[in-house]
């Protein structure tokens, strides 16, 4: 039976986007059959309902066949950082924090370049989903889209608004610069303690590097928040070696490990996956946690008094100067890794 080629599978990745995340393919290869599609799961079952349907609305449509998984967010991780260093890939995969696998397997020529398909909706994207979908090839020598960018999230604050009143603070008190959100939520762990509560924390900080998302993702704003929004220019050129960029890591990196030291975070912070503070933050383990969109409050969508009442959400301040603080961004994406040179496409039909 022919071969359904990678640029079929993933062609239509922004075909159907307003309706899913899957589309018709740009046929490549008009006898392909069948592809091997991998995503994460969502953080709600009516996401993974949403998902399959998309896959079955697909191959009813298109004739064709895909084998599809959902899986957990760090089991998809793994599970693709093993394929590219196998070579034995699947046609698509589809991801909401590719930023961690992607530049490196670009650089290495191991993702297939998606300009094609891109291309027709670039004028559709924001800037930061056209930079954050474009990387730099060693073996070509250019800089190209490497991912299909699906939808885009930000990074709020997410706080406990009842235990906030409880310590005796107030939601509408809390300060605008960033530093200082830290500081004036903190002051709500020794009421809250005083009160019956041993084992909270005030913050759900990601002082981790085995997330791998979360941890860099609150690094960067804390970078932001201290002037060294700068360490990487548009040209994509990195200024380590600016003074102000290092002095905005040096002040990140003492006011995280402070809040960590001085016991406002959890110890086992140190060791979280992406998904553990979520679960810490749902069951109150700590007040207040600065983590991606809305999965955090999504998991717990069935539980009403919590998610319309308890449940606040605060989007990021003013940097430390006062100034306006932009949300750092992330596109969810589709994209497709390239199998082995010398190989035939693997697990394909």
């Not at 490549?28 to 993974?48: H, L």
């Not at 070696?241 to 402070?258: G, L, W, Y």
Request: with cysteine; charged share 25%; aromatic share 8%.
């Amino acid at each position: 039976m022919a071969k359904m080629s990678r640029r079929t599978a993933i062609g239509g990745a922004l075909g159907m986007a307003a309706a899913g995340a899957l589309a018709r393919p740009h046929i490549a290869n008009a006898q392909a059959k069948t592809a091997v599609y991998w995503a994460g799961q969502g953080f709600i079952p009516q996401e993974d309902a949403a998902m399959r349907k998309v896959c079955e609305d697909y191959m009813k449509e298109s004739g064709n066949k895909l084998e599809y998984s959902l899986m957990p967010f760090m089991a998809l991780n793994q599970k693709t950082i093993s394929a590219l260093t196998s070579g034995d890939v699947p046609d698509l995969v589809f991801m909401d924090a590719p930023e961690t696998i992607l530049p490196q397997n670009a650089w290495d020529d191991k993702i297939v370049d998606v300009s094609d398909v891109v291309a027709p909706y670039e004028s559709q994207l924001s800037e930061t989903a056209r930079l954050c979908s474009t990387f730099y090839n060693k073996t070509t020598k250019k800089r190209s889209y490497y991912i299909c960018p699906i939808k885009q999230g930000t990074t709020p604050f997410h706080i406990w608004g009842d235990l906030v009143e409880k310590a005796g603070l107030k939601m509408e008190e809390i300060p605008k610069n960033w530093d200082r959100v830290w500081t004036y939520l903190k002051q709500a762990q020794a009421p809250l303690r005083s009160k019956g509560m041993r084992k909270i924390y005030a913050c759900g900080l990601q002082v981790t590097t085995v997330g791998p998302n979360d941890g860099n993702n609150v690094f960067r704003h804390f970078l932001i928040a201290n002037g060294g929004e700068g360490i990487v220019t548009q040209d994509g050129k990195l200024h380590t070696d600016d003074p102000k960029v290092r002095e905005a890591a040096i002040k990140s990196v003492e006011f995280m490990t402070n809040l960590y030291k001085e016991g406002y975070v959890p110890p086992e912070a140190l060791s979280w996956n992406d998904a553990d503070d979520n679960n810490g933050y749902h069951e109150k383990l700590f007040m207040m946690d600065f983590d991606g969109t809305l999965s955090t409050e999504l998991a717990m969508i069935k539980n009403k008094e919590a998610f319309y009442q308890q449940m606040k959400v605060l989007a990021p301040t003013n940097k430390n100067d006062g100034t306006p603080m932009k949300a750092q961004s992330t596109p969810a994406a589709a994209t497709s890794p390239r199998a082995p040179r010398t190989s035939r496409l693997p697990r394909i039909s």
